[in-house]
């Protein structure tokens, strides 16, 4: 069987809430949409990945938040508020900005 026929078992959303906050991209994002490798690196190439990924060192990481906010799930797992979004930056005039 190859793997372009080959059906691919999907995680289920209890198995994502269990990752841990950070994840490796590759193995997590292809075993959540149930893609290929191959289409993993083709989608990250094009820039078309369903959530963005990062970089440690030469390893390329993904958040299990944006996991679930890409599957339309709530990330806070129902304990209060959402991720809050950081406050916009701020820039105060002082007299040397003048």
Avoid at 25 to 53: H, K, M
Avoid at 68 to 95: K, M, Q, V
Wanted: with cysteine; glycine share 8%.
């Amino acid at each position: 069987m190859t793997a372009t026929t080959e059906e691919r078992q999907t995680l289920t959303l209890d198995e994502i809430r269990a990752l841990p906050a950070v994840c490796p991209a590759q193995d997590t994002v292809c075993a959540v949409w149930g893609i290929s490798t191959a289409t993993f690196f083709r989608l990250l190439g094009e820039d078309g990945l369903p959530v963005p990924t990062f970089t440690i060192g030469r390893s390329r990481r993904v958040y299990r938040a944006d996991i679930l906010r890409a599957i339309g799930e709530d990330t806070n797992d129902g304990a209060g508020a959402a991720t809050p979004t950081p406050p916009a930056e701020t820039h105060t005039t002082t007299s040397s900005d003048q």
